[in-house]
């Protein structure tokens, strides 16, 4: 005879907190849950209402606490009514392991808007549903794999377009890859520059890419290794249609090229061949090779050469062959002794530094208190996981089924695990020598012309890369530019302001430079131990 269900519990969930602090969710579904025990003259014994998670199978107390509730009452049977089919689970495991929970429990499920069947038949339409559709993705993907190979095949570059290429619809060909201008030119050029040497290594290409147009293009801050590598062995950048995981042989592409396929070969052939050995010219240092631009054409000016009757002659040049400036070159020692000048004129005045300190460090301390204030979070939590840890712990002998048991093992294991991370933060999260980093700082913004001049090459390019947002513009005539300068080198433009109050957007910029205080100290403390 079939079990009676006389009693209802109603399980109602919202997976947002602003659902809960607005009081919408809970109360409306809860409504049509009671709708329905009425409707199917069930009397309602409790209702468990959860909020604002979302989660796996145990984030919820009060699906703890139904389930708990259930093994007090034992004896009974009940029905627990959702109101939707994604209040009981989205994810297809926690949805069969709250299932398995609770028919080990002897509960009828109700759901407004799903019938739950129960006969093995039902269950066995449920899995053939799951694997069909399964079975439906897998096919779909491996007929658009053989159509992609078949087209590849043909010369047509199937997958998503390498950087500096976007797909165009054209009559004859359909789907094409098809160069950017903008970017294809800055990359094509460098490609061209690493072939004849005129970059002689990757470093170089890195440097040449992120002094171009192309971060700005591409929407990126920082252009990485991989990236440089990436575009040195990209084949279709050559015309070239090349898939080894599907045995697609190297195959002339019906795409426009960016370079020659003489240049990449080239190419391909340098990144094989060990570094060569170093040009007399090499030892010559040229700090600010690149990093300056010429005022007349915009592009970044190289350091070149002259051999005289007895020594070679350092000079900057535009190497821009459309370029009107003159004279081409340009001795070094005198840009370098202008540039020098152009840092002293945007130093920060000696008078504003302690006021730029006082602030500095008042926000500072604002900013441990909300540290140590995040500190005491964080041990609250944990003390919260190990009793919850607990709990698990005197419910494991209780459990009723292994699958149970394993539940609450490997929840265990989870919040262990949880523990660990966020114990490890502290340690890590070492609060910086905030007064030793902003005294660094001070005295560079002070003093950048001298911290320059004491600098290595590698340290001065370092240094200008903190200075300058943007390459500073150079003629012989003019000198230098209006410069695009870092925050630190205006935050003085800010001080008045925020002694007086403040405002959210002034915050921003001085968080700016507080972040920068912490940032630049690395460099600037290698500086400073360098010097002594
Ligand atoms: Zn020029």
Redesign the pocket.
């Known amino acids: 005879m079939a079990t009676e269900f006389r009693k209802a519990l109603i399980y109602c969930r919202v997976s947002s907190l602003r659902q809960v602090r607005e009081g919408s969710g809970l109360d409306s579904q809860e409504h049509r849950c009671r709708q329905y025990a009425k409707d199917n003259g069930l009397e309602i014994e409790k209702v468990f209402p959860d909020d604002g998670i979302s989660g796996g199978l145990f984030e919820r107390p009060a699906m703890k606490s139904m389930i708990r509730y259930l093994d007090d009452n034992w004896q009974e049977n009940y029905v627990v009514i959702f109101d939707d089919l994604k209040r009981f689970a989205r994810d297809v495991d926690v949805h069969r392991g709250l299932k398995r929970e609770l028919k080990d429990r002897g509960v009828k499920l109700s759901c407004l808007n799903y019938t739950f069947d129960d006969s093995p038949e039902g269950e066995f339409v449920e899995t053939v549903f799951a694997a069909q559709n399964e079975l439906e993705r897998k096919q779909n993907r491996r007929q658009v794999c053989q159509k992609m190979k078949a087209r590849m095949e043909r010369g047509y570059w199937c997958f998503y377009p390498p950087t500096g290429y976007q797909f165009t619809k054209t009559k004859e060909h359909g789907k094409l890859i098809a160069p950017i201008k903008s970017v294809a030119d800055i990359l094509a050029e460098g490609l061209n520059a690493f072939a004849d040497d005129r970059l002689l290594n990757q470093v170089d290409l890195q440097r040449f890419l992120a002094q171009s147009r192309l971060l700005q293009l591409l929407n990126k801050k920082k252009i990485h290794f991989d990236f440089v590598k990436r575009v040195l062995t990209e084949p279709v950048y050559a015309g070239i249609i090349e898939y080894q995981p599907w045995q697609i042989r190297a195959r002339k592409g019906l795409h426009k090229p960016i370079i020659t396929e003489e240049v990449y070969f080239r190419n391909q052939e340098k990144l094989r061949r060990p570094e060569r050995k170093p040009r007399t010219t090499d030892s010559l240092e040229f700090p600010l090779r690149r990093i300056i631009?010429?005022?007349?054409?915009?592009?970044p000016?190289t350091g070149s050469t002259n051999r005289g009757k007895s020594k070679y002659y350092s000079h900057y040049t535009?190497?821009?062959k459309?370029?009107?400036?003159i004279p081409k070159n340009i001795t070094a020692a005198l840009v370098e002794d202008q540039y020098v000048e152009f840092l002293r004129s945007i130093r920060t005045e000696q008078d504003v530094l302690p006021l730029i300190k006082e602030i500095a460090t008042r926000l500072w301390q604002d900013r441990v208190a909300y540290l140590t204030r995040n500190q005491d979070a964080i041990d609250e939590e944990i003390k919260a996981i190990n009793n919850e840890i607990n709990e698990y712990v005197v419910q494991i002998p209780k459990a009723k089924t292994d699958i149970v048991r394993d539940l609450y093992e490997s929840r265990i294991e989870e919040l262990a695990a949880k523990i660990k991370i966020l114990g490890k933060g502290p340690e890590n999260k070492k609060i910086p020598d905030f007064e030793e980093a902003l005294q660094l700082m001070l005295n560079f913004i002070g003093t950048p012309a001298e911290s320059w001049k004491k600098a290595n090459l590698e340290q001065k390019i370092l240094l200008h890369k903190l200075i300058f947002t943007e390459n500073p513009t150079y003629?012989l005539k003019t000198g230098f530019g209006t410069p695009n300068l870092s925050v630190p080198f205006y935050i003085k433009e800010h001080v008045e302001f925020q002694i007086y109050c403040m405002v959210d957007s002034r915050q921003k910029i001085w968080n700016t430079f507080m972040d920068d205080v912490l940032e630049w100290c690395k460099v600037l403390k290698v500086l400073d131990a360098g010097v002594i």
């Open positions: 631009s010429c005022a007349i054409c915009g592009k000016m535009c190497n821009n459309d370029c009107i400036s003629s």
